[in-house]
């Protein structure tokens, strides 16, 4: 797959107007990702890493002291979970040296429960990867899908929440089924599980950005017909940047058998992906630690109020765990009659 970062943010004139940070990324306040298509990476607020960039910056957070309960975890530096993060409002970001948004609020969450601080490790949707399957940080958070191909290079954690998926565009577009998408530009973040299906959509064009921020802007521009992506970000990215005010978005229809003839993985894809933490390969501590928590975080309705905090309107829906999403990991990483974290009743509202 063609990687467009030069061409999106690499130019001369890219980066001048990245050092003002109006092209490549977008000026927006401190905060977290996600609002109608989780994209964003936005200057000041959204630290995001944009392209060339040399290496990783990092930033403490003391969510919490260190407790020998940490310190046995076998993270790389004991009491402390490295974290590498694309500031990704209102999924994720950082302010102050503290992880923010709804992810970086989990994140701190589970920190405190097992006693460990976090380092954060600043970087791109790339970086991020490459940087937890090489087993340079602990885990990276902000909106990961889960994916067999992923799986073999790390590990994951048991589902925070449940992601519909959402496709960014221009107004006016209306394009909210499969069999509309040929002859258009499809467009996501560089690892993002929808590549593979993009690709077998016939005669499309198929482009992956470094960051949110770039994505939505080729969106605004017309370079970019349809963005995937997590469904909390345009209508965050909107309210904080005037040049994305004429974006929208739609929820991906389910799709037909015919449909699914020519490009049959939008099939699980069209489920939705769940949202995890993404550990490096060997931290099965860590990740044996984080799953009761994760799973009494959400059956509590503590995930809810947090969901309903960031922008979701029907936490219910987001943590009601589909069957597509439950049944492909049984038998790769989950056992069979594996339960996973739901909640329900009132506290789910």
Known sequence: MKDLTKRTCGSKAARRDW???????????????????????????????????????????NAATESNQCRQLGTLVPGQIRVAIESFMPIIGEAGGRLTGLDGQNMTLLAHELGCQVKIVLADAAGDLAAVQAHRVDATIGSWGWSAARERAGLFTDPLYYQPVVMAQRKGTDISRVSQFPGHTLCTLTGFVFIPAMNQVPHAIVR????????????????????????LVIPYAESHNPV?????????????????????????????????????????????????????????????????QWGVKDPRFWLTPRDGLVNERIGVDRPTGWVAPHCSGSACR
């Open 208 to 231: 992956t950005y470094p960051t949110i921020a770039a994505m939505l802007l080729d969106i605004a521009y017309g370079r970019c017909d349809i963005g995937f992506g997590n469904p």
């Open 19 to 61: 050092r003002n940070k109006s092209r490549c990324f977008l000026a927006i306040p401190s905060r977290i990702v996600t609002g109608a298509i989780v994209f964003s990476a936005f200057a000041g607020l959204l630290l995001a890493a944009g392209p060339g960039r040399a290496a990783p910056t990092t930033a403490s957070s």
């Open 244 to 308: 994305l005010k004429h974006l929208t978005y739609r929820y991906l229809a389910q799709p037909t058998a015919s449909e699914l003839k020519s490009a049959p993985l939008f099939g699980p894809v069209a489920a939705g992906y769940e949202d995890a933490i993404y550990l490096a390969p060997g931290e099965k501590k860590l990740e044996a630690a984080l799953n009761p928590l994760i799973d009494r975080l959400v059956g509590s309705g503590r995930e809810a109020k947090l969901l309903e």
